[in-house]
């Protein structure tokens, strides 16, 4: 009984969701006001709107498994062969005329730019999210189009893995869908995440990060960056007069407004996958954005996963972790599961329950808000 009190004490603390995809079945975001958590939702404006204030900071971004539906037109503007975009764009090189006649004309990475800023100033505490690089992702036979596409149907995804709780997926998801052999080249998804990093950089967004087997690539990216904006080494601060923490988070142009950073100023790896060695670029003392990094129960928590998992929560300071649901549905399955990864990150980090809540209430609100808050 003293397990359900400590819960209960936790839940009166209240549980910060990091990354969440409630809005893949819409049907269910109605419930969102019932729960006792805060989330991270991402891609539907509407959600933190009147019935959900309060309860949703909304992620605006193109997620890497539709990163073969860009074109880059920023410098060119002519006109692009969809059939041979796609060719350059996949590997293997595609030569089924079927598969590539069923896919969506692809769109303009400048169009989907503005489209996000226009979220990022209408909503001024969104974040860029769910963005990446995914090494393992094959792309889905057809119907297989992204939740804005005018040809998709509700009827595209029709898969639930829940209860009775769940309703029909939003049109764009892959579920049940055979997967062809064709990646998306590593180039292209970079081209991609980094046009989306420079975005929330100049919003000065937190961002959300999605990394399959390809870690060192995107601290790589990360790092170009943020070059020559690193935190002083301990010689450079001894020869500095002002304090070297203002000097990094708030440095000032020559007009003394603060500068721009090219680099976003907090990033969650989320539903991190990668080793505990692999920690360490990330958290090094010059690196100048604030990282975080967040586990779920579904995916770090898998047969294949729990033991890495384990080591890895123990090596992320304490400061730095966060927890979340990563599941698509909103409702008692989502809180059970955030519930699940609590209990399982305070035994790892031999914190009680309830303060183990405050900690990661601590830790979500620097990742949403920064330090100033």
Not at 2 to 9: H, I, Q, R, V
Not at 235 to 254: G, L, W
Not at 336 to 353: A, F, H, P, S, T
Request: aromatic content about 8%; charged content about 30%; hydrophobic content about 30%.
């Amino acid at each position: 009984m003293s397990g359900e009190k400590d819960m209960d004490a936790a839940r009166e603390v209240g549980l910060y969701d990091a990354h969440c995809h409630p809005t893949d079945i819409m049907s269910a975001t109605s419930r969102i006001p019932e729960t006792a958590q805060r989330y991270q939702f991402s891609e539907k404006a509407e959600l933190s709107q009147e019935r959900n204030q309060g309860h949703v900071v909304p992620s605006f971004g193109w997620h890497p498994w539709f990163a073969h539906q860009l074109f880059d037109d920023r410098e060119d503007k002519s006109e692009v062969n969809a059939r041979e975009h796609y060719r350059t764009t996949f590997a293997p090189t595609p030569d089924d005329n079927e598969f590539l006649e069923s896919l969506p004309p692809p769109r303009p990475l400048s169009e989907l730019l503005r489209s996000i800023e226009e979220k990022l100033r209408e909503f001024p505490l969104a974040l860029v999210g769910e963005i990446g690089l995914d090494r393992s992702f094959r792309v889905p036979y057809a119907p297989f189009r992204s939740p804005d596409d005018p040809e998709a149907q509700p009827g595209d995804s029709t898969i639930k893995t829940g209860g009775p709780e769940e309703g029909e997926f939003t049109p764009g998801s892959r579920e049940g869908r055979p997967l062809t052999p064709y990646r998306v080249s590593m180039e292209h998804q970079k081209l991609v995440l980094k046009a989306q990093l420079e975005l929330a950089a100049k919003h000065k967004r937190a961002v959300s990060v999605h990394s399959v087997a390809t870690h060192g690539v995107v601290f790589d990216l990360l790092q170009s960056l943020w070059k020559g904006h690193e935190r002083p080494s301990k010689s450079a601060k001894k020869k500095q007069k002002k304090d070297a923490q203002n000097d990094v988070n708030e440095p000032e142009s020559d007009d003394g407004k603060p500068e721009e950073l090219p680099y976003p100023p907090r990033i969650c790896m989320h539903s991190y996958s990668g080793p505990p060695d692999a920690l360490k670029q990330f958290l090094g003392p010059r690196v100048p954005a604030d990282i975080f990094f967040s586990f779920s129960e579904l995916i770090n928590f898998g047969a294949h996963n729990s033991e890495k998992a384990v080591e890895v929560i123990k090596a992320v300071p304490d400061d730095k972790i966060l927890i979340e649901s990563d599941l698509h549905c909103a409702g008692s399955k989502m809180d059970e599961l955030l519930e699940d990864i609590l209990k399982r990150v305070c035994q790892i980090k031999g914190w009680q329950l309830e303060d183990g809540a405050k900690h990661l209430q601590k830790n979500w609100e620097r990742f949403i808000f920064g330090s100033d808050g």
